[in-house]
């Protein structure tokens, strides 16, 4: 595995850094300051307590977050640097996005495969993104279309996201920590750049960076946060917006004893509560973003389903579960096991009852309401699974919507700390290293859609990216010669 420092090795965290967490309770003063949390609890990853320079420390707000600081990068403390501007709040929810008509669902769709965060080509190939996004998105607009349709004609994400800033902006009034909430979509309306036009329009003096992911993924949280590096780096007013991210939050008690409040419910409504397997379909990646570029997304599912299941253990229910990843796109290798599979499996091993848990996602969306409730739901009954249930997405849930107020406002000591003059979106180059803990190179990735990786040296990329162009061509005419569409079974074997 390439490039995946700090998932490497980990050590056993000792108890909180009391004088430590005094100094950085009180804003931020004292030698060196806290930036991107790479988060874990009870155990921390770290190579040696030193990264690059960078000496881990525990964080004022989370006793068991851990945060990476360079005791070079001193900067003022955010409230003396602000001077005596107004203090403005505001949060910037990140999150997907989905067509809301059918008709939206082939640009949506583009928007998405012209993202190099989800195929990523070779250097010498980039130029053919937007052709393969086009190619890719025709060929796959019927088949999402068609789940769409089946969900009511359109994704219900932007209603469920404009919901949850509401709540949120609520609930942080409600705790005494007014602040403005937007909402940022990375593949369709309101845009991400939407979203920081108001953000400077409204004058916000301290933003807080939530994607509303609870784990992060290269493919989503890490695709929304290079996007913002990008525009952050190219708009002279926000790069001097004081600003943290919050790469990701699964851990959180909150998040967690939520999840298990939603599962205890669901099971207490099986007749056999002993007898249920908890099914936990996760949104899967391509196998290569973990093994070859070091996405932490599989370890932060692990250990989320982990803590969860301890929850609801915690609870008196000692159910069996399984995890399993959902929603394969192309022939490449994604992470194993498939859902699909892994109910056919449990049917044959004579599962019965079974409750499907969503855990990649806080909201209902097209692959909760189509592909678990309808597609998995039958492939169970055709397996021999008799009782089913679902767990439904954790929506604008109470607990949960509270609870991300709190990591909201557990962050904001944080914003701007060690902000100067730096490209970088989170001070000093803290989403820099967020981002290189797993993809430091930013190696080519097998693309999930399509495959040409053959070459290692810089000559072979340059001949394989023509090679793959000549064959592009070549299929766009037989295609256009033949009235068939050759890719059409590659995309769409799923
Ligand atoms: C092709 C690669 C894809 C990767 C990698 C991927 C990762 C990933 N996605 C989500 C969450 C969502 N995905 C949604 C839609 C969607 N995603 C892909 C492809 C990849 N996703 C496609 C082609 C689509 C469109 C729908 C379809 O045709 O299947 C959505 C939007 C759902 C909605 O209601 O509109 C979400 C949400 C996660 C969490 C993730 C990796 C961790
Ligand atoms: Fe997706």
């Known amino acids: 595995m390439a490039s995946f420092g700090l998932m490497q090795r980990t050590v056993h965290c000792p108890q909180p850094l009391v004088e430590e967490r005094s100094s950085l309770v ?45 005791p070079n990068d001193i900067r003022k403390p955010a409230a003396a640097a602000a001077g005596p501007t107004v203090d403005k709040v505001g949060v910037l929810l990140l999150n997907l996005g989905g067509p809301e008509k059918l008709e939206d669902v082939k640009p949506f769709l583009y928007n998405l495969f012209a993202d190099p965060e989800i195929i990523r ?40 996201t404009d919901e949850q800033a509401e709540a949120l902006a609520q609930s942080l009034r409600a705790k005494g920590q007014p602040a403005n909430v937007y909402v940022g979509m990375r593949y369709w309306h309101p845009y991400t750049e939407e979203a920081l036009e108001h ?12 994607p509303l992911y609870p784990q992060f993924s290269i493919s989503t949280s890490g695709s929304s946060l290079r996007l913002l590096e990008s525009l952050f780096k190219s708009d002279r007013a926000l790069k001097s917006l004081r600003h943290t991210v919050i790469p990701s939050w699964y851990q959180r008690r909150g998040y967690v004893s939520a999840m298990a409040d939603l599962i205890v419910e669901e099971l207490r409504k099986f007749r056999d509560v002993p007898s249920v397997e908890l099914f936990f379909s996760a949104h899967g990646v391509p196998k290569s973003y973990v093994e070859e570029a070091g996405d932490p ?24 579960h399984t995890l399993a990843y959902q929603s394969r796109v192309g022939p490449a290798e994604w992470l194993k096991p ?14 019965k009852s079974l409750l499907a848990v969503p855990i990649s996602f806080v909201s209902e969306h097209i692959e909760t309401l189509e592909e678990i409730d309808m597609e998995y739901r039958e492939l169970a009954e055709e397996s021999g699974i008799r009782n089913w249930g679902r767990v ?5 849930n109470t607990a949960f919507i509270n609870d991300l107020a709190d990591a909201v406002m557990e962050a904001l000591p944080y914003v701007g700390c060690l902000a100067g003059p730096t490209d970088s979106l989170v001070p000093l180059g803290d989403l820099e290293m967020l981002l290189q803990a797993y993809d430091r190179e930013r190696r080519t990735l097998p693309s999930p859609v399509v495959m040409w990786e053959w070459g290692w040296t810089k000559s072979a990329e340059t001949w394989n990216g023509r090679i793959a162009m000549i064959a592009i061509i070549i299929i766009l005419a037989l295609e256009a010669a033949s009235g068939q569409s050759i890719l059409k079974n590659l995309f769409l074997a799923e």
């Not at 997304?297 to 069996?320: D, H, P, S, W």
């Not at 498939?338 to 599962?351: N, P």
């Not at 439904?392 to 604008?396: E, F, Q, R």
């Open 297 to 320: 997304y599989k370890e932060e599912m692990e250990e989320c389903v982990r803590l969860i299941m301890a929850e609801v253990k915690q609870r008196g229910f000692a159910n069996t």
């Open 338 to 351: 498939y859902t699909d599979e892994s109910i056919k499996e449990l049917g044959q091993r004579g599962v």
């Open 392 to 396: 439904p997405a954790l929506n604008t």
């Open 199 to 210: 953000i400077k329009a409204d004058g916000v003096t301290r933003l807080v960076i939530l």
């Open 26 to 70: 009180a804003g931020c003063s004292g030698r060196g300051l806290p930036v991107i949390q790479r988060q874990r609890r009870g155990v921390c990853s770290a190579t040696n307590g030193v990264q690059r320079g960078r000496v881990l420390r525990r964080t004022a707000a989370s006793p068991d977050v851990v945060s990476f600081v360079d």
């Open 121 to 160: 080509l070779p250097a010498a190939a980039q130029f053919l993104q937007p052709l393969l996004a086009t190619i890719i998105s025709t060929l796959r607009a019927p088949k999402s279309a068609e789940g769409y349709e089946a969900i009511g004609g359109g994704s219900p994400l932007r209603r469920i």
